[in-house]
């Protein structure tokens, strides 16, 4: 199955590219299927992943690979603080606030924003570090995985910990792998 965002994600991408002031050099650098999905995110529940795929894309070319990661990092922001975050914290409270809670879970918080994306984790030194790997039915674009990588930073700063986020390389041609560690 082809990889779909949902329309609340593509909302949040939006959200995201107006706060930083980014929209309209966006909209004006991308295909005209993903400009349809930046100014009416709501047209349907789901739409192409490459669509948005092409808006990390013009965000890499136009701010470097920290661009897809800047508005990943707060379009995470948001939704985490919003409704989710009391829920969030309190499930964190009774499990020890690690992150590894929530990376350990991501396939199915991957599942409420897209489809036909899979996700993974793997603790690689106990319980302060590990590697998630997220599969795609195409090979991801480094802008892809930078903007994974500005999602995983801000769980790190939502269970209020310290720690980095590398991209690395991956033996599979259709995932991005994230190496994760905090203290």
């Keep these: 199955m082809p990889h779909e965002f949902s329309s609340v994600t593509v909302a949040g991408v939006v959200k995201a590219?107006?706060?930083?002031?980014?929209?309209?050099?966006i909209v004006a650098a991308v295909p005209p299927a993903s400009r349809a999905i930046l100014e009416n995110p709501q047209a349907s529940r789901y739409h192409p992943?490459?669509?948005?795929?092409?808006?990390m894309e013009a965000l890499a070319r136009i701010h470097g690979l920290s661009g897809p990661e800047r508005v990943m990092q707060k379009v995470t922001?948001?939704?985490?603080?919003?409704?989710?975050?009391?829920l969030a914290r309190v499930f964190l409270t009774l499990t020890g606030n690690s992150p590894r809670v929530l990376f350990s879970r991501f396939d199915a918080l991957l599942s409420a924003t897209?489809?036909?994306?899979?996700?993974?984790?793997?603790?690689?030194a106990g319980?302060?570090?590990g590697t998630l790997t997220i599969t795609y039915d195409l090979t991801p674009s480094p802008?892809?995985?930078?903007?994974?990588?500005?999602?995983?930073?801000h769980v790190l700063v939502f269970c209020r910990v310290t720690?980095?986020?590398?991209?690395?390389d991956s033996a599979l041609p259709n995932a991005a792998v994230l190496h994760v560690s905090w203290s």
Excluded at 145 to 152: Q, V, Y
């Design 163 to 168: 720690g980095t986020v590398t991209v690395r």
């Design 114 to 124: 897209a489809r036909g994306l899979g996700a993974s984790w793997v603790d690689d």
């Design 49 to 55: 992943g490459a669509t948005l795929d092409a808006v």
């Design 17 to 25: 590219l107006r706060a930083l002031e980014w929209y309209e050099p």
């Design 127 to 129: 319980e302060q570090a």
């Design 77 to 86: 922001e948001q939704s985490i603080e919003g409704i989710v975050a009391p």
């Design 143 to 153: 802008a892809m995985a930078a903007a994974w990588k500005g999602a995983l930073q």
